[in-house]
Protein backbone atom coordinates (compact mmCIF):
# COMPACT_ATOMS: atom_id res chain seq x y z
CA UNK A 1 0.00 0.00 0.00
CA UNK A 2 1.56 3.28 -0.88
CA UNK A 3 1.05 6.65 1.13
CA UNK A 4 -2.12 7.18 3.13
CA UNK A 5 -3.87 10.63 2.51
CA UNK A 6 -6.86 11.78 4.32
CA UNK A 7 -8.54 14.55 3.03
CA UNK A 8 -11.00 17.16 5.71
CA UNK A 9 -13.80 18.01 3.52
CA UNK A 10 -15.23 18.08 0.31
CA UNK A 11 -16.84 20.65 -2.06
CA UNK A 12 -14.38 22.37 -3.91
CA UNK A 13 -11.13 22.20 -2.55
CA UNK A 14 -11.37 18.49 -0.79
CA UNK A 15 -12.38 17.04 -3.94
CA UNK A 16 -10.57 18.41 -6.58
CA UNK A 17 -7.84 17.55 -4.34
CA UNK A 18 -8.79 13.81 -3.93
CA UNK A 19 -9.36 13.43 -7.69
CA UNK A 20 -5.88 14.69 -8.40
CA UNK A 21 -4.61 12.57 -6.22
CA UNK A 22 -5.73 9.39 -7.45
CA UNK A 23 -4.63 10.76 -11.14
CA UNK A 24 -1.26 10.77 -9.91
CA UNK A 25 -0.76 8.13 -7.74
CA UNK A 26 -2.63 5.02 -8.47
CA UNK A 27 -1.69 2.99 -5.26
CA UNK A 28 -2.37 5.92 -2.65
CA UNK A 29 -4.96 5.00 0.04
CA UNK A 30 -6.87 8.27 0.32
CA UNK A 31 -9.87 8.36 2.57
CA UNK A 32 -11.89 11.74 2.69
CA UNK A 33 -14.43 12.75 5.48
CA UNK A 34 -17.40 14.83 5.42
CA UNK A 35 -19.47 15.88 8.08
CA UNK A 36 -22.36 15.48 5.73
CA UNK A 37 -23.94 13.39 3.26
CA UNK A 38 -22.71 15.49 -0.02
CA UNK A 39 -19.22 15.64 -0.73
CA UNK A 40 -19.11 17.78 -4.19
CA UNK A 41 -21.98 19.83 -4.63
CA UNK A 42 -22.30 23.40 -6.93
CA UNK A 43 -22.70 25.27 -3.56
CA UNK A 44 -22.74 28.40 -5.82
CA UNK A 45 -25.60 27.32 -7.75
CA UNK A 46 -27.77 27.02 -4.65
CA UNK A 47 -29.63 30.27 -4.83
CA UNK A 48 -30.69 29.56 -8.29
CA UNK A 49 -32.15 26.34 -7.35
CA UNK A 50 -34.10 27.74 -4.62
CA UNK A 51 -35.04 30.62 -6.67
CA UNK A 52 -36.29 28.09 -9.56
CA UNK A 53 -32.99 28.52 -12.29
CA UNK A 54 -32.24 25.08 -11.73
CA UNK A 55 -35.08 22.74 -11.49
CA UNK A 56 -33.47 19.53 -11.29
CA UNK A 57 -32.35 19.59 -7.76
CA UNK A 58 -29.49 16.56 -8.55
CA UNK A 59 -27.90 18.81 -10.86
CA UNK A 60 -26.51 20.02 -7.98
CA UNK A 61 -24.47 16.96 -6.83
CA UNK A 62 -21.35 17.07 -8.66
CA UNK A 63 -19.82 13.86 -7.54
CA UNK A 64 -21.54 11.15 -5.34
CA UNK A 65 -19.76 8.81 -2.71
CA UNK A 66 -20.35 5.71 -4.78
CA UNK A 67 -18.99 7.88 -8.04
CA UNK A 68 -15.75 8.34 -6.32
CA UNK A 69 -15.54 4.97 -5.04
CA UNK A 70 -16.52 4.04 -8.35
CA UNK A 71 -14.01 5.95 -10.55
CA UNK A 72 -11.11 7.04 -8.30
CA UNK A 73 -11.16 4.25 -5.81
CA UNK A 74 -11.39 6.95 -2.98
CA UNK A 75 -12.92 5.91 0.85
CA UNK A 76 -15.68 8.40 1.06
CA UNK A 77 -17.03 8.62 4.49
CA UNK A 78 -19.76 10.71 4.93
CA UNK A 79 -21.74 11.88 8.34
CA UNK A 80 -17.84 11.56 9.60
CA UNK A 81 -16.77 15.43 11.22
CA UNK A 82 -13.39 15.48 12.07
CA UNK A 83 -12.61 17.04 15.75
CA UNK A 84 -9.20 17.46 15.93
CA UNK A 85 -5.42 16.25 14.84
CA UNK A 86 -2.73 14.89 16.71
CA UNK A 87 0.34 15.65 14.86
CA UNK A 88 2.92 14.10 17.02
CA UNK A 89 0.69 10.66 16.70
CA UNK A 90 -0.34 11.73 12.96
CA UNK A 91 -3.64 10.60 13.67
CA UNK A 92 -7.16 12.51 13.49
CA UNK A 93 -9.72 11.67 15.87
CA UNK A 94 -13.37 11.04 13.99
CA UNK A 95 -17.08 11.21 15.23
CA UNK A 96 -18.85 9.12 12.71
CA UNK A 97 -22.49 8.28 12.84
CA UNK A 98 -21.64 4.77 11.85
CA UNK A 99 -18.34 4.28 14.15
CA UNK A 100 -18.98 6.37 17.05
CA UNK A 101 -15.57 8.06 17.66
CA UNK A 102 -12.08 6.73 16.51
CA UNK A 103 -9.06 7.60 15.36
CA UNK A 104 -7.43 7.33 11.77
CA UNK A 105 -3.87 7.79 11.02
CA UNK A 106 -1.91 9.39 8.21
CA UNK A 107 0.93 10.16 6.02
CA UNK A 108 -0.63 13.34 4.91
CA UNK A 109 -3.41 15.11 5.71
CA UNK A 110 -5.35 17.99 3.25
CA UNK A 111 -7.35 20.13 5.49
CA UNK A 112 -10.35 21.29 3.43
CA UNK A 113 -12.97 22.75 6.21
CA UNK A 114 -14.56 25.68 4.10
CA UNK A 115 -15.99 28.40 5.91
CA UNK A 116 -19.34 28.74 7.62
CA UNK A 117 -22.17 31.26 7.39
CA UNK A 118 -22.21 34.01 10.22
CA UNK A 119 -24.33 33.42 13.19
CA UNK A 120 -24.03 36.57 15.58
CA UNK A 121 -25.58 36.02 19.31
CA UNK A 122 -28.24 38.38 18.66
CA UNK A 123 -31.72 38.08 20.52
CA UNK A 124 -33.98 35.86 18.17
CA UNK A 125 -31.19 34.07 16.48
CA UNK A 126 -32.71 30.73 16.95
CA UNK A 127 -35.69 30.83 14.78
CA UNK A 128 -36.47 28.83 13.04
CA UNK A 129 -37.70 31.32 10.51
CA UNK A 130 -33.49 32.54 10.65
CA UNK A 131 -31.51 30.41 7.74
CA UNK A 132 -28.10 30.11 6.38
CA UNK A 133 -26.99 29.06 3.05
CA UNK A 134 -24.24 26.78 3.03
CA UNK A 135 -25.02 23.16 2.15
CA UNK A 136 -27.55 20.81 0.60
CA UNK A 137 -29.18 20.84 3.91
CA UNK A 138 -29.73 24.32 4.10
CA UNK A 139 -30.93 24.54 0.81
CA UNK A 140 -34.02 21.89 0.89
CA UNK A 141 -35.12 23.48 4.36
CA UNK A 142 -35.29 27.36 2.46
CA UNK A 143 -37.08 25.49 -0.17
CA UNK A 144 -39.55 24.32 1.25
CA UNK A 145 -39.89 27.49 3.76
CA UNK A 146 -40.43 29.56 0.69
CA UNK A 147 -42.80 27.04 -1.16
CA UNK A 148 -45.14 27.16 1.84
CA UNK A 149 -48.34 28.70 0.39
CA UNK A 150 -48.47 31.00 3.27
CA UNK A 151 -44.90 32.34 2.30
CA UNK A 152 -45.19 35.70 0.76
CA UNK A 153 -42.10 37.98 2.32
CA UNK A 154 -38.39 37.56 3.13
CA UNK A 155 -36.03 39.83 4.74
CA UNK A 156 -32.12 39.41 3.18
CA UNK A 157 -29.44 40.61 5.90
CA UNK A 158 -26.45 41.02 4.12
CA UNK A 159 -25.82 42.67 0.73
CA UNK A 160 -22.79 40.48 -0.32
CA UNK A 161 -23.05 37.82 -3.12
CA UNK A 162 -25.41 35.31 -1.57
CA UNK A 163 -27.58 38.09 -0.20
CA UNK A 164 -28.06 39.87 -3.72
CA UNK A 165 -28.22 36.68 -5.41
CA UNK A 166 -30.97 35.34 -2.50
CA UNK A 167 -32.50 38.68 -2.60
CA UNK A 168 -32.98 38.13 -6.42
CA UNK A 169 -34.10 34.38 -6.46
CA UNK A 170 -36.81 35.07 -3.32
CA UNK A 171 -38.19 37.86 -5.67
CA UNK A 172 -38.37 35.91 -8.96
CA UNK A 173 -40.55 33.51 -6.78
CA UNK A 174 -42.89 36.21 -6.53
CA UNK A 175 -41.83 36.94 -2.36
CA UNK A 176 -41.97 40.82 -1.14
CA UNK A 177 -38.10 41.18 -0.18
CA UNK A 178 -36.71 43.80 2.01
CA UNK A 179 -32.42 43.52 2.04
CA UNK A 180 -30.41 44.98 4.87
CA UNK A 181 -26.90 45.72 4.55
CA UNK A 182 -24.86 47.50 7.43
CA UNK A 183 -22.68 49.32 5.53
CA UNK A 184 -23.70 52.03 2.78
CA UNK A 185 -23.59 49.92 -0.15
CA UNK A 186 -23.92 46.38 -1.00
CA UNK A 187 -21.28 44.51 -2.57
CA UNK A 188 -18.12 45.50 -1.08
CA UNK A 189 -15.60 44.32 -4.21
CA UNK A 190 -17.30 46.80 -6.40
CA UNK A 191 -16.77 50.89 -5.43
CA UNK A 192 -19.54 52.91 -4.42
CA UNK A 193 -20.39 54.19 -8.13
CA UNK A 194 -20.36 50.84 -9.75
CA UNK A 195 -22.24 49.03 -6.91
CA UNK A 196 -25.02 51.81 -7.34
CA UNK A 197 -25.67 50.93 -10.66
CA UNK A 198 -26.95 47.26 -8.99
CA UNK A 199 -28.78 49.09 -6.21
CA UNK A 200 -30.92 50.09 -9.02
CA UNK A 201 -31.82 47.43 -10.91
CA UNK A 202 -32.64 45.54 -7.55
CA UNK A 203 -35.21 48.36 -6.85
CA UNK A 204 -36.04 48.44 -10.05
CA UNK A 205 -37.33 44.79 -9.87
CA UNK A 206 -39.14 45.38 -6.49
CA UNK A 207 -36.44 44.94 -4.02
CA UNK A 208 -36.59 46.83 -1.19
CA UNK A 209 -33.33 48.05 -0.04
CA UNK A 210 -32.62 49.23 3.64
CA UNK A 211 -28.60 50.33 3.69
CA UNK A 212 -26.30 51.76 6.16
CA UNK A 213 -28.72 50.18 8.79
CA UNK A 214 -28.33 46.50 10.70
CA UNK A 215 -30.02 43.88 12.64
CA UNK A 216 -30.37 44.52 16.46
CA UNK A 217 -32.63 41.55 17.24
CA UNK A 218 -35.26 39.46 15.74
CA UNK A 219 -38.74 38.71 17.67
CA UNK A 220 -40.79 35.28 16.69
CA UNK A 221 -44.25 34.87 16.43
CA UNK A 222 -46.26 32.26 15.57
CA UNK A 223 -47.49 33.50 11.84
CA UNK A 224 -44.23 35.85 11.23
CA UNK A 225 -40.98 36.64 12.49
CA UNK A 226 -39.68 40.82 13.27
CA UNK A 227 -36.61 42.13 12.33
CA UNK A 228 -35.44 44.95 14.60
CA UNK A 229 -32.70 47.50 12.73
CA UNK A 230 -30.37 49.80 14.67
CA UNK A 231 -32.30 52.86 13.19
CA UNK A 232 -35.54 51.80 14.87
CA UNK A 233 -37.24 50.26 11.77
CA UNK A 234 -39.12 47.13 12.32
CA UNK A 235 -39.50 44.73 9.64
CA UNK A 236 -42.01 41.99 9.77
CA UNK A 237 -41.95 39.36 7.70
CA UNK A 238 -41.86 35.40 6.71
CA UNK A 239 -38.43 34.57 6.33
CA UNK A 240 -34.94 35.52 7.13
CA UNK A 241 -31.93 34.76 5.21
CA UNK A 242 -28.63 35.61 7.14
CA UNK A 243 -25.87 36.27 4.50
CA UNK A 244 -24.25 38.64 6.29
CA UNK A 245 -20.22 36.98 5.65
CA UNK A 246 -18.28 33.71 6.24
CA UNK A 247 -15.76 32.86 9.19
CA UNK A 248 -13.22 30.23 8.78
CA UNK A 249 -14.44 26.52 9.84
CA UNK A 250 -11.42 25.76 12.23
CA UNK A 251 -12.12 25.90 15.65
CA UNK A 252 -11.68 21.84 15.62
CA UNK A 253 -8.13 23.10 14.42
CA UNK A 254 -6.98 24.98 17.53
CA UNK A 255 -5.58 22.74 19.73
CA UNK A 256 -3.64 21.38 17.31
CA UNK A 257 -0.42 23.33 17.53
CA UNK A 258 -1.23 24.88 13.64
CA UNK A 259 -0.81 27.72 12.82
CA UNK A 260 -3.94 30.25 12.63
CA UNK A 261 -3.94 33.54 11.19
CA UNK A 262 -6.16 36.65 13.47
CA UNK A 263 -9.17 35.75 11.98
CA UNK A 264 -8.66 31.89 12.49
CA UNK A 265 -7.54 31.20 8.68
CA UNK A 266 -5.18 28.46 8.11
CA UNK A 267 -1.87 30.12 7.44
CA UNK A 268 0.08 27.84 4.92
CA UNK A 269 2.97 28.63 2.36
CA UNK A 270 3.27 28.88 -1.61
CA UNK A 271 2.96 25.50 -1.29
CA UNK A 272 0.03 25.11 0.81
CA UNK A 273 1.68 23.42 3.14
CA UNK A 274 0.70 24.58 7.15
CA UNK A 275 3.52 24.82 9.88
CA UNK A 276 2.34 21.38 10.81
CA UNK A 277 4.40 18.30 9.13
CA UNK A 278 3.05 16.86 6.04
CA UNK A 279 -0.61 18.92 6.60
CA UNK A 280 -1.78 20.99 3.84
CA UNK A 281 -4.96 23.23 3.74
CA UNK A 282 -6.80 24.50 0.80
CA UNK A 283 -10.31 26.87 -0.13
CA UNK A 284 -12.29 29.07 1.60
CA UNK A 285 -10.73 28.21 5.02
CA UNK A 286 -6.81 29.51 4.00
CA UNK A 287 -4.95 33.10 4.41
CA UNK A 288 -4.24 33.64 0.84
CA UNK A 289 -1.81 36.39 -0.82
CA UNK A 290 -3.57 39.20 -2.61
CA UNK A 291 -1.90 39.02 -6.07
CA UNK A 292 -2.49 42.41 -7.11
CA UNK A 293 -0.74 44.07 -3.70
CA UNK A 294 0.89 41.37 -1.86
CA UNK A 295 -0.71 41.94 1.20
CA UNK A 296 -2.61 38.88 3.68
CA UNK A 297 -6.26 38.23 2.64
CA UNK A 298 -8.85 35.71 2.67
CA UNK A 299 -10.96 35.35 -0.55
CA UNK A 300 -13.94 32.75 -0.12
CA UNK A 301 -14.16 31.95 -4.12
CA UNK A 302 -14.63 28.63 -5.42
CA UNK A 303 -12.13 28.70 -8.35
CA UNK A 304 -9.12 29.30 -6.44
CA UNK A 305 -10.34 26.72 -4.16
CA UNK A 306 -10.52 24.29 -6.90
CA UNK A 307 -6.82 25.76 -8.27
CA UNK A 308 -5.23 24.59 -4.49
CA UNK A 309 -7.12 21.27 -4.27
CA UNK A 310 -5.17 20.60 -6.72
CA UNK A 311 -1.49 22.40 -6.40
CA UNK A 312 -1.80 20.39 -2.62
CA UNK A 313 -1.89 17.02 -4.33
CA UNK A 314 0.67 18.14 -6.73
CA UNK A 315 2.82 18.23 -3.80
CA UNK A 316 2.25 15.19 -1.81
CA UNK A 317 2.83 13.90 -5.37
CA UNK A 318 6.12 15.51 -5.26
CA UNK A 319 5.61 18.04 -8.39
CA UNK A 320 6.46 20.98 -6.74
CA UNK A 321 3.23 23.56 -7.91
CA UNK A 322 3.30 26.72 -6.16
CA UNK A 323 0.00 29.05 -5.44
CA UNK A 324 0.91 32.41 -6.44
CA UNK A 325 -2.55 34.31 -4.47
CA UNK A 326 -6.03 35.24 -5.30
CA UNK A 327 -7.32 37.93 -7.19
CA UNK A 328 -10.55 37.80 -6.32
CA UNK A 329 -12.17 37.47 -10.08
CA UNK A 330 -15.91 37.10 -9.29
CA UNK A 331 -18.69 38.14 -11.15
CA UNK A 332 -22.69 38.36 -10.44
CA UNK A 333 -26.15 38.36 -12.27
CA UNK A 334 -28.50 40.56 -10.63
CA UNK A 335 -31.81 40.63 -12.76
CA UNK A 336 -30.81 42.09 -16.56
CA UNK A 337 -27.87 43.16 -15.22
CA UNK A 338 -24.43 41.40 -14.91
CA UNK A 339 -21.43 43.01 -12.69
CA UNK A 340 -17.92 41.52 -12.66
CA UNK A 341 -15.05 42.85 -10.88
CA UNK A 342 -11.25 41.50 -11.18
CA UNK A 343 -8.00 42.86 -8.85
CA UNK A 344 -8.00 45.62 -6.40
CA UNK A 345 -11.14 48.28 -5.81
CA UNK A 346 -10.36 51.94 -5.67
CA UNK A 347 -10.91 51.65 -1.34
CA UNK A 348 -8.20 48.81 -1.46
CA UNK A 349 -5.79 50.97 -3.32
CA UNK A 350 -6.56 53.99 -0.98
CA UNK A 351 -6.21 51.94 2.47
CA UNK A 352 -2.82 51.12 1.32
CA UNK A 353 -1.72 53.80 -0.10
CA UNK A 354 -0.95 52.21 -3.58
CA UNK A 355 -0.47 55.19 -6.47
CA UNK A 356 -3.01 54.36 -9.12
CA UNK A 357 -4.70 56.41 -11.64
CA UNK A 358 -9.14 56.03 -12.61
CA UNK A 359 -10.64 55.99 -16.04
CA UNK A 360 -13.74 55.21 -16.92
CA UNK A 361 -15.25 54.07 -20.58
CA UNK A 362 -19.01 53.00 -21.83
CA UNK A 363 -18.86 51.65 -24.75
CA UNK A 364 -21.37 49.14 -26.37
CA UNK A 365 -21.30 45.00 -26.20
CA UNK A 366 -20.71 44.87 -29.61
CA UNK A 367 -20.95 46.18 -33.42
CA UNK A 368 -23.93 49.45 -32.98
CA UNK A 369 -24.98 48.50 -36.13
CA UNK A 370 -25.99 44.87 -34.95
CA UNK A 371 -29.29 44.83 -33.44
CA UNK A 372 -29.05 44.17 -29.26
CA UNK A 373 -26.09 45.84 -28.62
CA UNK A 374 -26.11 47.49 -24.96
CA UNK A 375 -23.66 50.03 -23.12
CA UNK A 376 -21.62 48.67 -20.35
CA UNK A 377 -19.76 50.69 -18.23
CA UNK A 378 -15.91 50.02 -17.41
CA UNK A 379 -13.91 51.27 -14.57
CA UNK A 380 -10.12 50.42 -14.96
CA UNK A 381 -7.67 51.31 -12.01
CA UNK A 382 -3.71 51.06 -13.17
CA UNK A 383 -0.40 52.86 -11.69
CA UNK A 384 1.52 55.01 -12.40
CA UNK A 385 3.84 53.00 -14.29
CA UNK A 386 0.94 51.75 -16.16
CA UNK A 387 0.20 48.13 -14.01
CA UNK A 388 -3.18 47.21 -14.42
CA UNK A 389 -4.55 46.95 -10.61
CA UNK A 390 -8.00 46.01 -10.96
CA UNK A 391 -11.10 46.44 -13.11
CA UNK A 392 -15.03 46.60 -12.44
CA UNK A 393 -17.48 46.34 -15.01
CA UNK A 394 -21.67 46.59 -15.48
CA UNK A 395 -23.37 45.63 -18.15
CA UNK A 396 -26.79 43.72 -19.56
CA UNK A 397 -24.16 41.65 -22.19
CA UNK A 398 -20.79 40.65 -22.73
CA UNK A 399 -19.51 41.75 -19.58
CA UNK A 400 -18.06 38.12 -18.41
CA UNK A 401 -15.69 38.24 -21.20
CA UNK A 402 -14.35 41.49 -21.02
CA UNK A 403 -13.34 40.68 -17.09
CA UNK A 404 -11.65 37.57 -18.01
CA UNK A 405 -9.56 39.21 -20.70
CA UNK A 406 -8.47 41.75 -18.10
CA UNK A 407 -7.90 39.28 -15.34
CA UNK A 408 -5.82 37.74 -17.59
CA UNK A 409 -3.59 40.73 -18.09
CA UNK A 410 -3.39 41.28 -14.23
CA UNK A 411 -2.52 37.52 -13.77
CA UNK A 412 0.46 38.33 -16.17
CA UNK A 413 1.65 41.28 -14.24
CA UNK A 414 0.37 43.44 -17.56
CA UNK A 415 0.15 46.99 -18.50
CA UNK A 416 -2.56 49.37 -20.24
CA UNK A 417 -0.30 48.98 -23.26
CA UNK A 418 -1.45 45.35 -23.78
CA UNK A 419 -5.08 46.46 -23.60
CA UNK A 420 -4.69 48.25 -26.49
CA UNK A 421 -2.28 45.56 -27.99
CA UNK A 422 -4.43 42.36 -27.22
CA UNK A 423 -6.37 40.57 -30.66
CA UNK A 424 -9.84 39.92 -29.64
CA UNK A 425 -12.20 38.27 -31.16
CA UNK A 426 -14.65 40.71 -33.45
CA UNK A 427 -17.88 39.79 -35.59
CA UNK A 428 -20.83 42.54 -35.34
CA UNK A 429 -22.94 40.30 -33.23
CA UNK A 430 -19.75 39.87 -30.47
CA UNK A 431 -18.10 42.78 -30.29
CA UNK A 432 -16.50 46.04 -32.01
CA UNK A 433 -13.29 46.59 -34.25
CA UNK A 434 -12.20 48.36 -30.91
CA UNK A 435 -13.08 45.74 -28.31
CA UNK A 436 -14.38 47.78 -25.34
CA UNK A 437 -11.09 46.52 -23.58
CA UNK A 438 -8.93 48.10 -26.14
CA UNK A 439 -11.05 51.21 -25.63
CA UNK A 440 -10.41 51.22 -21.79
CA UNK A 441 -6.50 50.27 -22.85
CA UNK A 442 -6.67 53.68 -25.13
CA UNK A 443 -8.20 55.67 -22.34
CA UNK A 444 -5.78 54.71 -19.99
CA UNK A 445 -2.43 55.15 -21.60
CA UNK A 446 -3.51 58.15 -23.01
CA UNK A 447 -3.63 59.87 -19.28
CA UNK A 448 -0.36 57.74 -18.82
CA UNK A 449 1.77 59.80 -21.79
CA UNK A 450 0.32 63.00 -21.46
CA UNK A 451 -1.99 62.89 -24.12
CA UNK A 452 -5.44 63.65 -21.97
CA UNK A 453 -5.72 65.14 -19.03
CA UNK A 454 -9.08 63.47 -16.87
CA UNK A 455 -10.82 64.51 -14.00
CA UNK A 456 -13.59 62.05 -11.78
CA UNK A 457 -16.76 63.24 -10.72
CA UNK A 458 -15.45 63.67 -7.00
CA UNK A 459 -13.31 66.70 -8.84
CA UNK A 460 -16.49 68.64 -9.40
CA UNK A 461 -17.86 68.40 -5.85
CA UNK A 462 -15.75 71.81 -4.71
CA UNK A 463 -14.04 73.23 -8.39
CA UNK A 464 -13.56 77.12 -7.79
CA UNK A 465 -15.41 78.75 -11.11
CA UNK A 466 -13.25 81.77 -11.05
CA UNK A 467 -9.92 79.14 -12.14
CA UNK A 468 -11.96 76.91 -14.10
CA UNK A 469 -14.49 76.89 -16.90
CA UNK A 470 -17.06 73.98 -16.98
CA UNK A 471 -17.93 73.08 -20.64
CA UNK A 472 -20.10 70.41 -22.22
CA UNK A 473 -19.30 69.69 -25.49
CA UNK A 474 -22.53 67.63 -26.60
CA UNK A 475 -25.46 68.58 -28.49
CA UNK A 476 -27.67 71.50 -27.45
CA UNK A 477 -30.84 68.71 -27.06
CA UNK A 478 -28.61 66.74 -24.94
CA UNK A 479 -27.83 69.47 -22.65
CA UNK A 480 -31.03 70.91 -22.18
CA UNK A 481 -32.35 67.08 -21.24
CA UNK A 482 -29.67 67.32 -18.47
CA UNK A 483 -26.37 68.61 -17.74
CA UNK A 484 -24.11 69.59 -14.72
CA UNK A 485 -24.65 72.77 -13.09
CA UNK A 486 -22.85 75.81 -13.67
CA UNK A 487 -21.57 74.22 -16.99
CA UNK A 488 -21.80 76.39 -20.70
CA UNK A 489 -22.41 74.35 -23.43
CA UNK A 490 -20.04 74.59 -27.04
CA UNK A 491 -20.70 71.51 -28.76
CA UNK A 492 -17.64 69.57 -30.11
CA UNK A 493 -18.38 70.57 -33.70
CA UNK A 494 -18.72 74.07 -33.00
CA UNK A 495 -15.60 74.38 -30.69
CA UNK A 496 -13.40 75.90 -33.43
CA UNK A 497 -14.90 78.31 -34.12
CA UNK A 498 -16.13 79.32 -30.62
CA UNK A 499 -12.46 79.80 -28.64
CA UNK A 500 -13.06 83.35 -28.37
CA UNK A 501 -16.21 83.01 -25.46
CA UNK A 502 -13.16 80.92 -23.42
CA UNK A 503 -11.14 82.77 -20.99
CA UNK A 504 -7.52 81.97 -21.94
CA UNK A 505 -6.47 82.64 -17.92
CA UNK A 506 -8.77 79.62 -16.85
CA UNK A 507 -8.62 76.17 -16.88
CA UNK A 508 -10.91 74.24 -18.81
CA UNK A 509 -12.93 71.39 -18.39
CA UNK A 510 -14.99 69.61 -20.91
CA UNK A 511 -17.48 66.51 -20.71
CA UNK A 512 -19.56 64.86 -23.14
CA UNK A 513 -22.17 61.82 -22.84
CA UNK A 514 -19.46 58.71 -21.96
CA UNK A 515 -15.83 60.72 -22.95
CA UNK A 516 -14.85 60.41 -26.49
CA UNK A 517 -16.52 63.71 -27.44
CA UNK A 518 -14.62 65.16 -24.72
CA UNK A 519 -10.99 63.92 -25.49
CA UNK A 520 -11.63 65.09 -29.26
CA UNK A 521 -12.34 68.66 -27.46
CA UNK A 522 -9.74 68.83 -25.03
CA UNK A 523 -7.28 67.73 -28.12
CA UNK A 524 -8.16 70.77 -29.45
CA UNK A 525 -8.15 73.05 -26.95
CA UNK A 526 -4.71 71.55 -25.75
CA UNK A 527 -3.30 72.26 -29.39
CA UNK A 528 -4.79 75.68 -29.34
CA UNK A 529 -2.66 76.82 -25.88
CA UNK A 530 -5.38 75.90 -23.49
CA UNK A 531 -4.86 73.62 -20.18
CA UNK A 532 -7.75 71.68 -20.69
CA UNK A 533 -9.07 68.45 -18.39
CA UNK A 534 -11.80 65.81 -19.53
CA UNK A 535 -13.93 64.23 -17.58
CA UNK A 536 -13.54 60.44 -17.65
CA UNK A 537 -16.46 58.39 -19.27
CA UNK A 538 -18.31 61.99 -19.32
CA UNK A 539 -21.90 62.75 -18.37
CA UNK A 540 -22.80 59.42 -17.65
CA UNK A 541 -20.16 58.74 -15.27
CA UNK A 542 -20.86 61.84 -13.13
CA UNK A 543 -24.84 60.62 -12.86
CA UNK A 544 -23.64 57.64 -11.59
CA UNK A 545 -22.46 59.16 -8.78
CA UNK A 546 -25.53 61.04 -7.94
Same mark, same amino acid.
Given at each position: ??K??L?V??V??GA???????RL??D????M??????I????????Y????????R???????????Y? @?Y????R???E???I? +???K????Q??? *???????Y???????? !????R???P??????????R?????? @??????????? @??????????????M????????L???L???????L !????????G???????????K????? $????????????????S?????A??I???????T???????????????????????K? #???????YAV??? &????????G?????P?????? =??????A?????????????????? &? =????IT??A????????? *???????A /???? +?I??A??????????????F?? %??????A? /???????D?R????A???????????L?E???????????????? %??A??? !????L??? $????????L?N?N??E???????S #? /? #??????IP @?????????M???????? +?? =?????????????????Q /?L?? =????????????K??????
Open positions: MGKIIGGAGSAAARLRDEAQIIFERDAYSFANCGLPYIGGSIVDSKLLVQTPEAMA @RNIDVTFSVISD +PAKTVQVSKD *RGTYDESDYVILSPG !AKPIPALGITSDKIHVLNIHDTD @RIKLHVSDAGT @RSAVVIGGGFIGVEAENLRELGDVTVEAAPQI !APFDTEMAVLTKELEKNGVLVLAD $SVKAFEDSESHIEVSLSGMVVTDVILAIGVPDTAFLRSSGLELGPRGHVIVNEL #ETNLEQVGDA &IEVVDYVNQKTAILAGPAN =KQGRIADNICGLGTTYKGTQGTSI &I =KVFGAATGNNERTLK *RLNIPYH /IYVH +PSHGYYPGANPMSIKLLHE %NGTVLGQ /IVGADGVKIDDITVIHFKGTVTDTLELAYAPPYSSAKDPV %NMGYA !AENVMGR $SEVIVPSDVYPSVQLVDVR #E /I #EHNNGH @RSMLIPVDERGSLDELD +PL =KEVWVYCQVGLRGYTAS /IRQ =KGFKVRNLSGGYTYLMFQ
